[in-house]
């Protein structure tokens, strides 16, 4: 009984919540293709949740097979005259083709249309997360305190460029500051990095360069992260928070903020693992998203629900990757295509599918290796 115990509860706790943040990101992208793919005229063959064996689906009355596959690790849209749903062309099915058929082809689409239908995933990723962040923002506010140093630990980075308790953060790198949030936001991803420094202290401004050192900071749930600190405290004065509302218009403008402020700093991080001032070792699989995921589903399904808009933005910038396979890999030959006149060899786009797919699966491997240190560290 505790065994079957254990297992529901795993199941409640990890499974559940995994599956539901992964299969909204996973369908409103594949949905982004397919949108787009029936705008422009290309018949889908099927829409799949999932990879692997179908574990149930339907068809629509267009032809469209929508199915939830077994595999719970990503998704496709397959279009007429794809080999496989990587929609690598399938040179003969489309010469058996009849003159309807192939006008409901994907390949036999301008290249400008067959660019839109790839873009439309990642997009569709962004604008998820746009309307998830504009959603709690409407319903919920924003809990805003004041960028107020109530306390500096001593030997920090802090203490060593002169801040002092009461100084009030006006602006990093001329970069107004409004809340103690967007401090630590550009703090915690500024790690060895000096940053000018704009502070009031009673009627003086000055003017204070201070460098965030890089420490390991480790949540309630026991996750370790390498991030940027500077050794302060928040106010805890009442006259310090405030609860920000928002209209409708003022959601979506925050919630397109909060999405490109996911953007920049997930860039910067990959930025920063290309350029070896970030370490790999924050890279997680399925198995890291899957505990996240039940650790946040424990803080409501508010927070569960940013998770997903937060993970919808790493999917987008995921796919957008210039590697043969993702959507990023396809709109890289249709720029090469764009700029020759005609699309690369067949020979060359199959050595780039090969490339992509043996990247993609060293990633997967990584990932999961990451996943599995992490665990045991726990």
Known sequence: MDLVGSLLGSVAGYILPFLFVLTIVVFFHELGHFLVARWCGVRVVAFSVGFGPELFGRNDRHGTRWKLSAIPLGGYVKFAGDENEASAPDTEALARMSEEERAGAFQTKSVARRAAIVAAGPFANFLLSIVIFALLFGL?????????????????????????????????????????????????????????????????????TVTPRRQELRDRFGNVQNVGLLGVSRSASPDDVVVRSFGPVEAVVEGGKETWFVVTRTAGYIGGILTGRESTDQLGGPIRVAQISGQVATLGFAALLNLTAILSVSIGLLNLLPIPMLDGGHLMFYAAEAVRGKPLSERMQEYGFRIGIAIVLFLMVFATWNDLLHLSSL
């Open 140 to 208: 919920m506010g924003r809990p805003e305190i004041s960028p107020r140093v109530d306390d500096v630990r001593p030997d920090s980075a802090a203490a060593e460029a002169g801040l002092q308790t009461g100084d009030l953060i006006l602006a990093i790198d001329g970069v107004e500051i409004e809340t103690f949030s967007q401090l630590q936001r550009i703090v915690t991803v500024s790690a060895d990095r000096p940053l000018e420094m704009q502070v009031e202290r009673g009627s003086q401004i000055l003017d204070l």
